[in-house]
């Protein structure tokens, strides 16, 4: 679903080897060896999604701003805490060790200054990606033999999120829990997601999500319960005025963004749910019109609305469809909670209790 326009990268990404923690500026299309277990086994391929704000001080100062970007290095090292053996425990960074590397060394690099300066004067968005990858020349399948984080960020004037449809995929599943792959974000759950949007325009050409169920495949359909979006997690708006969030689970990306959305609606006055939707409930309430809005929550977009959600059966034949209420209270809500996440990274709204914005002069 994510459709980015005006990006324009950095011009330098750099490298933080974890053995020897030696770190180092690139070119910003610097490679990887071609023959490594990375390229051949998705061996040590975790990532994130962070953006941020950049902006000029009254003094001139450029001064780079997260929002709860720690829970974004938290899940980080735990994903490279997955990608590595229990031997190898000694290379995991800490959440400060990454923090320092990023903003110390690689955002104060003179080589992106005037990158950062450009961002500053035109008020874009950033989005920053940090990911591992095994820098060894290798074959055999092992773990990884000089694991290695990288990071490099882009500049972007808008993500073309909604309206959009999504159609609900029961017949594959995004990760299984007992693996512990799906809570994390690895590269290996992403190849899953792109085959269920293919599967999504089967039902509908111009389906640009897919809906995913659980793992637990052995239960009728109805029983099972809905996680998350193709790329995003998803929340629920119904007629009585009540957001449904989904509760995270090993299925399900701890998303920071939905939490600081959650956050915000509730300071607005919305009544937010945290709570397992099976399908026969979701079905059930597309058709009696119960439920108004259904929405996509990632980094990128902040949120996106829905216009339309297929229902299919067992057979892959649509069963149920829901059609967005543009009039409902809660359609309008979604969309100033989203501007007012934005606005917090800008200060320019109160920022709600439990969001930290961590703010760096460079």
Not at 34 to 46: D, G, I, K, N
Not at 61 to 82: A, D, K, P, S
Not at 255 to 264: D, K, N, R
Request: proline residues 5%; contains cysteine.
């Amino acid at each position: 679903m994510a459709k980015f326009e005006g990006v324009k990268w950095a011009p330098r990404q750099m490298r933080y080897l974890l053995p020897g923690k030696q770190f180092a500026v690139l070119e910003s299309d610097a490679k990887v060896f071609a023959v490594s277990r990375s390229v051949f086994y998705a061996s040590c391929l975790c990532f994130e999604g962070i953006r941020f704000f950049c902006k000029k001080t009254p003094s001139g100062q450029l001064e780079i701003h997260f929002l709860n970007w720690h829970r974004n290095l938290e899940r980080l090292r735990r994903g490279i805490t997955f990608n590595l053996s229990r031997a190898q425990a000694d290379l995991i960074p800490s959440v400060e060790e990454v923090e320092s590397i990023i903003i110390h060394q690689y955002f104060k690099d003179p080589a992106i200054r005037a990158f950062l300066e450009e961002m500053a004067d035109k008020g874009l968005q950033g989005y920053l990606r940090p990911f591992t990858v095994d820098e060894e020349q290798s074959m055999g399948v092992t773990f990884p033999g000089q694991p290695a984080i990288r990071a490099i960020f882009c500049s972007y004037d808008n993500y073309l999120g909604e309206p959009f449809t999504g159609v609900v995929i029961p017949h594959m599943v995004r990760a299984v829990g007992l693996n512990k792959t799906g809570w994390l974000k690895l590269g290996i759950n992403y190849m899953i997601s792109l085959k269920a949007l293919e599967a999504a325009k089967d039902v509908d050409p111009q389906a640009a999500a897919a809906l995913f169920l659980d793992d637990r495949t052995h239960l009728p359909l109805a029983d099972r319960c809905v996680t998350e979006w193709d790329s995003s997690c998803c929340l629920f708006g119904l007629r009585d005025g009540t957001i449904v969030k989904i509760p995270e689970s090993e299925l399900i990306l701890p998303s920071v963004t939905i939490q600081g959305m959650v956050a915000i609606l509730r300071d607005m006055g919305v009544k937010v749910e945290e709570r397992p939707v099976t399908y026969g409930e979701l079905l059930g309430r597309v058709r009696a019109n119960e439920l108004v809005v259904a929405a996509s929550i990632g980094t990128a977009g902040i949120m996106n609305r829905c216009q339309k959600l297929l229902c299919v059966d067992e057979k892959n034949d649509v069963t149920a469809t829901h059609l967005v209420d543009t009039g409902h209270p809660l359609y309008g809500k979604l969309a100033e909670a989203k501007t007012y996440y934005w606005d917090i990274y800008k200060e320019k709204v109160k920022l709600p209790a439990g969001m930290n914005l961590y703010k760096y002069a460079l």
